[in-house]
């Protein structure tokens, strides 16, 4: 095969397969994929713990714990309080609130209610909606938050940070609220839901989180598999360009 088909296949292949990998990579995977303890629902117990100050990038917090918390969880959509478009959490000078992320367990996974769910998520909420009717009526809305994790550990950021769509993650920590402080003066103040009854929208946890685990990631390989296609691709682009010339007689 000359050079210049290798290459034209190669690129137009890494193409296909990156388009593939993005498609698959925030599939969500199916209950029988899935560790037993998502099956569970989160534990949460009245906490008498007093309340404490941290800093985070040179920002000052008050963080008040109200309940124990510990969860199981599939990620069926997050956001990045990080993200360019956010500008509240920037607005506000919040770096403790990491990321949010929209979970699942128990009744929605027994059912298979989640994959017919859609899932996303704002600055702050996370909306799920379905044009199914049997879905619907088989998701339970008392089993799904979306959690603002909260942290002054790097290492627990970092983990955080490399979640994604489809992983089952283990978390503990505390309901929390906590104040934001500008100049020493109360700036903001961010009051955790502590019931998954009003798990709407309008209902998120707020969670200290003082240990976070990933369980399993099912979706990493088209991640990765992606990263490789988009490299091979633009190398193919390259290399196109650095095909020598043919000139016709």
Not at 108 to 123: C, E, G, K, V, W
Not at 165 to 190: N, S
Not at 216 to 224: E, H, K, L, Q, Y
Not at 234 to 243: E, G, R, T, Y
């Amino acid at each position: 095969m000359p050079l210049s088909k290798l290459v034209k296949a190669a690129m137009i292949a890494s193409l296909l397969v990156a388009a593939l990998c993005f498609w698959r990579k925030d599939v969500l995977p199916a209950p029988a994929g899935l560790r037993a303890e998502l099956n569970e629902e989160p534990s949460q117990i009245e906490q008498k713990k007093a309340p404490f100050e941290t800093e985070v990038n040179g920002v000052k917090y008050g963080i008040e714990p109200r309940y124990t918390y510990d969860l199981y969880g599939l990620v069926v959509s997050m956001h990045h309080s990080d993200a360019w478009w956010d500008y509240a959490h920037r607005e506000w000078g919040d770096h403790v609130n990491v990321v949010d992320l929209c979970v699942v367990w128990g009744a929605n996974l027994r059912r298979d209610a989640y994959r017919a769910i859609s899932f996303s998520n704002t600055q702050w909420e996370c909306h799920y909606s379905t044009g199914s009717t049997e879905a619907w009526q088989a998701f339970d809305e008392t089993a799904v938050s979306n959690n603002h994790m909260v942290t002054d550990a790097p290492g627990v950021a970092r983990a955080l940070k490399n979640v994604h769509v489809g992983d089952q993650v283990h978390f503990r920590g505390y309901l929390a609220d906590y104040t934001i402080y500008k100049d020493g003066a109360p700036a903001g103040k961010r009051v955790t839901s502590t019931t998954r009854k009003d798990s709407g929208p309008g209902a998120c946890e707020v969670v200290y989180v003082e240990a976070f685990e990933t369980l399993g990631s099912p979706n990493r390989i088209w991640r990765v598999a992606g990263r490789i296609a988009l490299v091979v691709f633009f190398l193919s682009v390259i290399a196109w360009f650095a095909l020598p010339v043919k000139f016709d007689d």
